[in-house]
C-alpha cells in the first residue's frame, strides 16, 4: 500500500461542475501539499496545510489530521481547471522528504 | 511564473553516460529539493540541498548526486545511465524548510 493514495484517479467533469478529489495518508506528517501539473510537467503549489482549512478562488483545501485525509474542491469547475491534481505530505520530525500520490487526472469539458 | 529555472527542457542520452541537470532558483531560495517522475506516476523525492548541504536523501543510488552553489542555483548529476532513468526531473526551491515550494519545469530526460 502506499503511503499516499488518491482517488480518483481519473475524473471527468460538465464545465460549472462542483469536484471533489481525495487524498488519503498513511503516515505522521507535519504539512500536505495540494500540486497542479499541466501536460507540460511544470507543477504549481496550490495549497500547503497542516491543519483546518484554506480558500484561493475557487479552491478550498481541507485536512482532518486525525483520519488522515485531506480533500481539495474547485467550485464552478472550467475547462482551463483540466490538469493532473497531486498530493504530496511531508513527515514529522524535521523529515525534508516529501511523499506523493500518483495524482488525479481532471478533465473539465465546456 | 513560478521564478525557477530548468536546463535543458528535454535531453536524449545513452545508456552508460553522464548527465548534469541544472536549477536555477528565485532569489532568497535557500532551499532546493531534486524529484524524478516517471511517466504516469507521482514524482519521487531524490534529495534536497540547505545552504549547499544535503539535507535529505530519497531511496536513490549513489550516482545520483548533487551540488547547490552560494547563488542558490543547483545541479542535479547522475552518472552510469541506465534505461530506468528516463524521466521528468523536477527541480522545487522555497525559502524555508518548512514553506511552499516552487516548481521548475522540468527536464524530460530519455535513455536509449
Known amino acids: 500500500k502506499n503511503e499516499v493514495e488518491q482517488s480518483p484517479q481519473n475524473l471527468t467533469a460538465q464545465e460549472g461542475e462542483f469536484i471533489t478529489i481525495n487524498c488519503s495518508y498513511s503516515v505522521g506528517i507535519s504539512a500536505l501539499h495540494w500540486l497542479q501539473q499541466h501536460p507540460g510537467g511544470g507543477i504549481v503549489s496550490l495549497f500547503m496545510?497542516?491543519?483546518g482549512k484554506k480558500k484561493h478562488g475557487r479552491l478550498i483545501a481541507t485536512i482532518n489530521i486525525q483520519e488522515k485525509h485531506s480533500s481539495l474542491h474547485i467550485t464552478a469547475s472550467h475547462p482551463r481547471d483540466s490538469a493532473v491534481y497531486i498530493c504530496a505530505v511531508q513527515g514529522q520530525g524535521g523529515s525534508e522528504k516529501l511523499v506523493f500520490g500518483k495524482g488525479m487526472k481532471l478533465t473539465v469539458n465546456p | 511564473e513560478t521564478g525557477v529555472t530548468q536546463s535543458p527542457t528535454h535531453l536524449i542520452k545513452t545508456r552508460g553516460q553522464q548527465v548534469t541537470l541544472r536549477c536555477s532558483s528565485q532569489s532568497g531560495h535557500n532551499t532546493v529539493s531534486w524529484y524524478q517522475q516517471a511517466l504516469g506516476q507521482g514524482p519521487q523525492f531524490i534529495f534536497q540541498?540547505?545552504?549547499?548541504?544535503?539535507?535529505g536523501r530519497g531511496n536513490f543510488p549513489p550516482r545520483f548526486s548533487g551540488l547547490q552553489f552560494p547563488n542558490y542555483s543547483s545541479e542535479l548529476n547522475v552518472n552510469a545511465l541506465e534505461l530506468d532513468d528516463s524521466a521528468l526531473y523536477l527541480c522545487?526551491?522555497?525559502?524555508?524548510?518548512?514553506?511552499?515550494?516552487?516548481f521548475g519545469n522540468g527536464t524530460r530526460l530519455t535513455v536509449t
Open positions: 540541498y540547505y545552504r549547499e548541504e544535503e539535507n
Open positions: 522545487a526551491s522555497s525559502w524555508g524548510r518548512e514553506q511552499p515550494l516552487h
Open positions: 496545510l497542516s491543519s
